[in-house]
């Protein structure tokens, strides 16, 4: 059984999926604290008074996309799950001990939703002066005249964390690790905004160092159609546009394992329906079901490969490290060469990894709409991930 007190730097990382994947992060977290993990965020100051800084099971660095990004930024300012929850309303019966006065303010749909509204000579130039590089049939005529890019701008999330949230707008001022993660639009990259020593690129992923904390949630929030790409003005003054996070991979963990940490804990809501006698099929329920059955099962498959192809590396290297056992060869070329194999497939095989999801039972986690902020609503996904949480610890050492 893995002994996690072990564990020298433990990583969380949430996904995303709206404020049900929200709620659901924030049931995983309170299942986690439960067990005695302890999580550690704030300024500089704030993070070096904490008695807890140096337990066993603290956590220290935060990764998250979407919805993930937003709850890691909360805990990275250093809020309690409690305070999340009261500031959510979502305390009825979560709360089992009495919590200071909320931090924050609980966020409203106003906050969530600001209308993206394009001036007028702008729609102007978009629907009759540009000309288009697209052409065809009925596709064509919907490309061409629906330029709008997005209903919503995640502006007014912006202000929401940096006015009621963040105790600081920069990263290198927490005293934690936070990495929000988002997508480049005008690219096919990945974007990890973050305490980062320098600016780096490869032709996957962008580690960017200078955006403000809020902006880059706002980026890694802002899923279209629902939100237009957000802008963030780069070292030159010049706006990159990006949008939601979860757009290239899923999952990020692999930040987590690349700033160092050999224990990665992570949280997604994504949870296709399976089939129940009292639900029925869902193509009694129309259109817009399927379609979110479509995206969930495309998303669930991304994550599984992801997962599998991470095991798969780690059974060949210990297949040949076996090999050279059971054979009586030499155990320094035995290590040589998983080495090199770790090496090319870029795998630490100290990192272990714990995935927390909801069970195919979990059909609510399904049919809740992704932006209610409902707390009775909010308050049964919360108990979701709490048990989800706890069902997938009980196979470790905590």
């Known amino acids: 059984m893995l002994k996690l007190k072990n564990k020298k730097k433990i990583a969380l990382v949430l996904s995303g999926g709206g404020v049900k994947a929200a709620a659901f992060h ?14 550690i965020g704030g300024t500089h100051e704030r993070v070096e008074e904490s008695p807890h800084l140096h337990d066993p099971l603290a956590i220290k660095t935060y990764v998250g996309s979407s919805a993930g990004a937003f709850i890691s930024s909360i805990l990275a300012s250093g809020h309690s799950i409690e305070n999340i929850i009261e500031s959510f309303q979502m305390g009825a019966g979560l709360i089992k ?71 600081t707008n920069s990263f290198s001022e927490l005293g934690v690790e936070f990495f929000a993660i988002a997508t480049h639009l005008n690219h096919s990259r990945k974007a990890v905004f973050g305490p980062l020593p320098t600016q780096t690129k490869d032709p996957e992923v962008s580690y960017i160092n200078y955006a403000p904390i809020s902006d880059a949630v ?42 160092g940490a050999d224990l990665v804990i992570s949280s997604y809501s994504i949870q296709p329906y399976h089939y129940t006698p009292e639900v029925g099929s869902l193509s009694n329920f129309g259109l817009p079901i399927i379609i979110n059955q479509a995206l969930y099962q495309v998303v669930e498959q991304k994550i599984i490969k992801s997962i599998q192809a991470r095991e798969n590396v780690r059974s060949m290297i210990n297949t040949v490290a076996g090999y050279f056992k059971e054979n009586g ?39 809740v709409d992704h932006f209610s902020l409902n707390p009775e609503i909010l308050s049964r996904i919360v108990k979701i991930g709490f048990k989800s949480a706890i069902n997938a610890l009980r196979k470790y050492d905590v």
Do not use: W
Request: aromatic residues 14%; contains cysteine; proline residues 7%.
């Open 329 to 367: 060869l030499p155990p320094e070329h035995a290590e040589r060469l998983v080495e090199i194999l770790a090496k090319k497939a870029n795998f630490r095989r100290e990192v272990d990894y714990i995935y927390i999801h909801p069970q195919s039972q979990n059909y609510e986690m399904f049919f």
């Open 218 to 259: 706002a980026a890694s929030i802002s899923l279209p159609p629902v939100f237009t790409p957000y802008p963030i003005k780069d070292l030159t003054g010049d706006p990159i546009y990006y949008f939601d996070g979860e757009i290239r991979d899923t999952l990020s963990t692999h930040v987590a394992s690349d700033v």
């Open 97 to 167: 001990k009495p919590v200071r006065k909320t931090k924050f303010k609980a966020m409203s749909y106003f906050d969530m939703f600001s209308l993206n509204a394009p001036s007028f000579g702008g729609m102007y130039n978009y629907l009759f002066k540009n000309k288009s590089l697209i052409t065809g049939g009925i596709e064509t005529i919907l490309k061409n005249k629906l330029k709008l890019d997005g209903i919503f701008t995640a502006r007014g999330i912006e202000k929401y964390m940096r006015k009621y949230v963040l105790p």
């Open 26 to 39: 924030i049931g995983v977290c309170l299942a986690l604290q439960e067990k005695g993990f302890k999580f």
